[in-house]
C-alpha cells in the first residue's frame, strides 16, 4: 500500500494567515493527488483534484501544487470557516489511501 | 442537485447482519462508481473499497475484504455495504461518495451524510 505522510498533524493558526500543509508519498503517484476538508459531524469535502486543480464552488484562497511524491495544499488567508481537518488522498494505485489528517485550530 | 443520501444511524449487536444504503440522484447512478469510506471515532478517512452500479463490478481494500460486501440495485438507484457478522470493532461512521474517474484524474466529488454504526453487546 502506499502510505501517505500529512505535517503537520496539528497547526494552530489566526484568521488572515497564510497557512501550508504538506503531504508525502511512500511512492510516487504522479498528481493522482486530491485534498479533502471536514468540518466536525460532517462529510468530507473536495477542494482540490488531481494536485492542484480547484473543485467548482471553492474559494480561490485554496490551492494545491506537487507531483511525484510531494505535495502542498496552502490557504493564502485564513477565514473563521476554513478551521478544520485537511486529508490527502493517493488515487494512483488501489487500494486508494488517506493521510492522517491535519487539524488546523484557531490560535 | 447531485445528492447521495444514507440510510440512518444503526445500533447492533456483535454477531448480528446489516445492510446500510446510499442512494443517488441527480445524475445517471450507473455512470459513476461509488466508493465507501470508514471513519472510526476519533480517526481519519479509510478507503473501504467500490463498486460500479452499471454491472456491480467490486473493488475491495484488503483491509476489508471478506468482512463486507458491496452491492448496488440500479433500478432504485441505491448503493450497499452489509456485514454478516458484525464486530464491535466495526462501530464507525460509514461514507458512500460518487467517483470521478478518467482524464487522469480520479476523486470523490460528492459524498453522502454518513451512517453510524454502533456495534455494542
Known amino acids: 500500500d502506499i502510505q501517505m505522510t500529512q505535517s503537520p498533524p496539528s497547526l494552530s493558526a489566526s484568521v488572515g494567515d497564510r497557512v501550508t500543509i504538506t503531504c508525502r508519498a511512500s511512492?510516487?503517484?504522479?498528481?493522482?493527488l486530491n485534498w479533502y476538508q471536514q468540518t466536525p459531524g460532517k462529510a468530507p469535502k473536495l477542494l482540490i483534484y488531481?494536485?492542484?486543480s480547484l473543485q467548482n464552488g471553492v474559494p480561490s484562497r485554496f490551492s494545491g501544487s506537487g507531483s511525484g511524491t510531494d505535495f502542498t495544499l496552502t490557504i493564502s488567508s485564513l477565514q473563521p470557516e476554513d478551521f478544520a481537518t485537511y486529508y490527502c488522498?493517493?488515487?494512483?494505485?488501489?487500494?486508494?489511501?488517506f493521510g492522517q489528517g491535519t487539524k488546523l485550530e484557531i490560535k | 442537485e447531485v445528492q447521495l443520501v444514507q440510510s440512518g444511524a444503526e445500533v447492533k449487536k456483535p454477531g448480528e447482519s446489516l445492510r446500510i444504503s446510499c442512494k443517488g440522484s441527480?445524475?445517471?447512478?450507473?455512470?459513476?462508481?461509488i466508493s465507501w469510506v470508514r471513519q472510526m471515532p476519533g480517526k481519519g478517512l479509510e478507503w473501504m473499497g467500490r463498486?460500479?452500479?452499471?454491472?456491480?463490478?467490486?473493488n475491495y481494500s484488503p483491509s476489508f475484504q471478506g468482512h463486507v460486501t458491496f452491492s448496488a440495485d440500479k433500478s432504485i438507484i441505491t448503493a450497499y455495504l452489509q456485514w454478516t457478522s458484525l464486530k464491535a470493532s466495526d462501530t464507525a461512521m460509514y461514507y458512500c461518495?460518487?467517483?470521478?474517474?478518467?482524464?487522469?484524474?480520479?476523486?470523490?466529488?460528492?459524498w453522502g451524510q454518513g451512517t453510524l454504526v454502533t456495534v455494542s453487546s
Open positions: 461518495a460518487r467517483r470521478i474517474t478518467g482524464n487522469k484524474r480520479d476523486y470523490f466529488d460528492y
Open positions: 441527480g445524475y445517471s447512478f450507473t455512470n459513476y462508481w
Open positions: 463498486i460500479d452500479p452499471s454491472d456491480s463490478y467490486t
Open positions: 511512492q510516487t503517484i504522479s498528481r493522482y
Open positions: 488531481t494536485a492542484s
Open positions: 488522498q493517493q488515487s494512483y494505485s488501489t487500494p486508494q489511501t
